[in-house]
């Protein structure tokens, strides 16, 4: 299964936006790029997805490298309920979900 | 529209007993997942359902750990007998359309397994 790696944790201040980084060097022409979070004591929550073309919803967006080997998901304006584990998931058939990033918003 | 529900939301049980947890997806979803959540990972997928056709059960324990999902809808997943490394966040969900990586998932707030 291709894997992903993602920074274990990052910090953002409120109200600014966040960056959060997912290199995926061995992805596959059919992995679909996910984007789920997971708040305290909650299952998770999608959040965004994408093939090839950049990608925006009322949550975030998602920028996919032109050579699909890296993404970023961007919370335009951080609040303090976006603070939760991040994961970013290459799925195909089904999805495979590895450690993800805390994100601490600071108020 | 009504999100996955699951029950029970907590169990505490002794190792060698068993247990059963409920999944209702939400209503027109054709595939159900199950996932293990150990303290500190990721969900891991135990086993993906399309319809009533089990899909993938390759990470599923096959000699303590069972799912059906009779009709298409809703499922169960048992644990027989429990071991105390089972003790786990057991979540379920659910997605649109066949199969595939181009659905998103909607996922249940999950079971918290505590096996003494």
């Known amino acids: 299964d291709a894997k992903t790696t993602q920074p274990n944790s990052m910090e953002s201040n409120e109200e600014e936006p966040v960056h959060l980084p997912c290199n995926h060097s061995?992805?596959?022409?059919?992995?679909?790029i996910h984007w789920y979070r997971q708040l305290p004591s909650q299952g998770p929550e999608y959040v965004i997805h994408?093939?090839?073309s950049n990608v925006n919803n009322r949550m975030a967006s998602l920028a996919i490298a032109e050579d699909r080997k890296s993404s970023t998901l961007i919370l335009h304006r951080a609040t303090l309920r976006d603070a939760a584990v991040y994961y970013c998931?290459?799925?195909?058939?089904?999805?495979?979900f590895g450690a993800g990033t805390r994100l601490t918003v600071k108020p | 529209e009504a999100g996955v529900a699951q029950s029970p939301r907590y169990k505490i049980i002794e190792k060698r007993q068993s247990v059963a947890f409920w999944c209702n997806p939400i209503?027109?979803?054709?595939?159900l997942y199950w996932y293990q959540q150990i303290l500190g990972q990721g969900p891991k997928l135990l086993i993906q359902?399309?319809?009533?056709?089990?899909?993938?059960d390759s990470q599923l324990p096959k000699d303590r750990f069972s799912a059906e999902r009779l009709k298409g809808v809703d499922s169960t997943l048992k644990i027989q007998p429990a071991k105390l490394e089972d003790s786990a966040v057991y979540l379920c969900?659910?997605?649109?359309?066949?199969?595939?990586?181009?659905?998103?998932?909607?996922f249940g707030p999950g079971t918290r397994l505590t096996v003494l």
């Open positions: 969900a659910s997605s649109p359309g066949r199969a595939g990586g181009y659905n998103e998932q909607f």
């Open positions: 061995t992805i596959s022409g059919t992995d679909y």
């Open positions: 994408g093939l090839t």
């Open positions: 998931i290459l799925a195909r058939n089904d999805m495979r």
């Open positions: 209503s027109g979803h054709a595939t």
């Open positions: 359902f399309q319809n009533n056709g089990v899909v993938d």
